[in-house]
């Protein structure tokens, strides 16, 4: 038999191997770490300052809903008010509206591009692990559905503003009727061929085609609003072509526009102030979504703190995410649901009472409302209006938000 021997073993060094796998594996660990670090300080970072932008944009929201509430009351609440009240109140009125739609149309976007943020955040979410994860998935997933809310609830703004903005401007016009009828008095014969061309503002109404500002959403949204705009403007183009008929002689078709003019002039009688709650339920429902969307963000940020998930070593806590401000601007919002809900402000005296009463209304806030920091938020109430202020710790700023009790 002949003669074998066994194959040798390679002499393999294992100790340099496995220091080479447990060096992977730390500095996979780093850097999963990094990452996760990374994405929670991005994520308080941007959340903190889309707060301040967006209560910035509130605090002038306020003051512009403010100026011109002042001058709708000053004006009247009635169309009824137009025979009494100078021009000069609805041109400021219409100009106001102007700046108004304007600032909507421009928080439209600023709102659309803080959410493209955090739509990119929720993609970093996805590859946080453990409870961690799970609340900045939470964060990111709830602020996507406030976001959308919040522009359902500016588009229907801008929408229900340019429907009212309309209906001043046709009240303008109809003090031109107004002031045209005063003027040729009992000599109607005489006097309408003499002053017609003063009537040169309404030959727009004459066309089948004018529309006016959003003419075509205020028709898919508001369609009591729109009704009342149609026929309003019916309204002023029969008075102009019967006017201009009787003028140049042609009483055919002067009578013919009198019995549009004489239907339309009683569908136009009705007080505006009965449109104004149109769609209430649906945009209540709206701002109660938002809120409640909104209040899971905070809370989520709130118990990542709570669990002292918001520390890394050797770096500073990220606990500036300043979710108390955003907390009082939701204060702010609930405010004007309150108000849309009772048809009044709260009566509160004190910041302890206003608390009691947005507790009566849904979504509740009671366990976010015990872990305020006291220091920032302030209330207070004057015989006019009453006044929250919100105060940002982070950017030294204080927003204050008047609202009129009228």
Partial sequence: MPFTTKPKTPNIKLQPILLVVILLITLGLLTYKYYEWNTVKDLQNIFSQTQFEEMTRNEDYHKQDKEISELIKSFGATQSATAKKPSEIIDQIISKADVYNGFIKTDIDLTKESQKKFVSQSQNAKYIFGQRGQYLKDITFNLNLAYDKSLEISNDSYIQSNAFQNVFALWKDNATVTAFNLKIGKDFKGNVPKFVNELSSLSKYASSNYKLREEDQIKDNYPGLYEYISNYKKYLGSFYGIMNDYASGDLQSAAYKSAIYDQTSKKINQDIASLIDENKDKRVQRVQDFLKYQFKVVESIKQLNTDKLN????????????????????????????????????????????????????????????????????????????????????????????????
């Fill in 311 to 406: 520390r890394y070593p050797f770096t500073a806590t990220l606990n500036k995410w300043n979710e108390d401000l955003a907390l009082c601007h939701l204060y702010d919002s609930k405010i004007g649901l309150y108000k849309t809900l009772t048809k009044e402000l709260p009566k509160s005296q004190n910041k302890e009472d206003l608390f009691k009463d947005l507790a009566t209304i849904t979504p509740k806030s009671d366990a976010l409302d015990k872990q305020i920091d006291q220091s920032q938020i302030a209330y207070s109430t004057t015989e006019k209006e009453i006044i929250l202020t919100c105060t940002d710790p982070i950017h030294k700023k204080e927003f204050i938000f008047e609202t009129l009790k009228d």
